[in-house]
C-alpha cells in the first residue's frame, strides 16, 4: 500500500514570496491534515479536511494560509506572502473517516524563508 | 499553554537496557494518548497507544504505562537497539474527535 506523497521535499524562499505544498493521501483515507512542525517543536495541526470538507482550520493564519482539497484527494497547502516564521515542516497525514487515533504521516515538506 | 508535556529534550540508553520515555498533560477531557516515532526526513510512524479505561498496554518490546491520576504516562522500551534512536513524540485527544495535541518530542540515542 503506498503511503502519503507529499512534494516538494524541500523549498528555499525569501521573504514575501508564495510557496505551495501538495499532498496526496492513503487511498480511500476520506480525512487530511496538515501540520506544521516548527524545529524543537512537535507538530501542529493547520487544517483538517473531511472529504472535501473543512472540519477544523481553528489554527490556520488565513491572512497567509490557505488550503484546498477540491475532489477530496489530493490537497495543497499554500502560504502568500511568507515570513522568516513560517520556517517549518509542513506535515501532511491521512486517516480513515473520523479515525484520528491512527494518522499516517508523509515525509513533510522542509521549507527555509530567508 | 502546552497542554502536552516532553520534559526531557534527549535521553541516552545502552543497547539492551531499558529506556523509559515521559510524558505529561494538563487537558483532563484528554482519553487517548498515543506514542509516535519519527527518524530525520521521515514523518511520524504511529507506534502504540493507550486508552484512559486502561493503565498498560503492552507490544513487543514497547509498553505504555498510564497514570491519570498524575496525569502522566511513560513509554518502555525494552530491551532497547541502536534502531530504536529517533524523536519520540507523545500525542493526546479527546474521544478520538478533537486534534492530536502533541508534545515537543525527546530524542533517543541508543549506543551500541
Known amino acids: 500500500e503506498a503511503g502519503v506523497a507529499q512534494s516538494p521535499r524541500y523549498k528555499i524562499i525569501e521573504k514575501r514570496q508564495s510557496v505551495a505544498f501538495w499532498c496526496n493521501p492513503i487511498s480511500g483515507h476520506a480525512t487530511l491534515y496538515w501540520y506544521q512542525q516548527i524545529l524543537g517543536q512537535g507538530p501542529k495541526l493547520l487544517i483538517q479536511?473531511?472529504?472535501?470538507?473543512?472540519?477544523?482550520d481553528s489554527q490556520l493564519p488565513k491572512d497567509r494560509f490557505s488550503a484546498e482539497r477540491l475532489k477530496g484527494v489530493d490537497s495543497t497547502l499554500k502560504i502568500q506572502p511568507a515570513k522568516l516564521e513560517d520556517s517549518a515542516v509542513y506535515l501532511c497525514?491521512?486517516?480513515?473517516?473520523?479515525?484520528?487515533?491512527?494518522?499516517?504521516f508523509g515525509p513533510g515538506t522542509r521549507l527555509l524563508v530567508l | 499553554d502546552q497542554q502536552v508535556k516532553q520534559n526531557s529534550p534527549s535521553l541516552s540508553v545502552q543497547e539492551g537496557r531499558i529506556s523509559i520515555l515521559n510524558c505529561d498533560y494538563t487537558n483532563s477531557m484528554f482519553d487517548y494518548f498515543l506514542w509516535y516515532k519519527k527518524y530525520p526526513a521521515e514523518g511520524p510512524t504511529f507506534l502504540i497507544s493507550?486508552?484512559?479505561?486502561?493503565d498498560k498496554n503492552e507490544d513487543g518490546r514497547f509498553t505504555v504505562f498510564l497514570n491519570k491520576s498524575a496525569k502522566h504516562l511513560s513509554l518502555h522500551i525494552v530491551p532497547s537497539q541502536p534502531g530504536d534512536s529517533a524523536v519520540y513524540f507523545c500525542a493526546a485527544t479527546h474521544s478520538g474527535n478533537t486534534p492530536l495535541v502533541f508534545g515537543k518530542g525527546t530524542r533517543l540515542s541508543v549506543i551500541a
Open positions: 493507550i486508552s484512559s479505561i486502561k
Open positions: 497525514a491521512s486517516s480513515l473517516l473520523n479515525n484520528q487515533e491512527t494518522q499516517y
Open positions: 479536511f473531511q472529504n472535501n470538507g473543512v472540519v477544523d
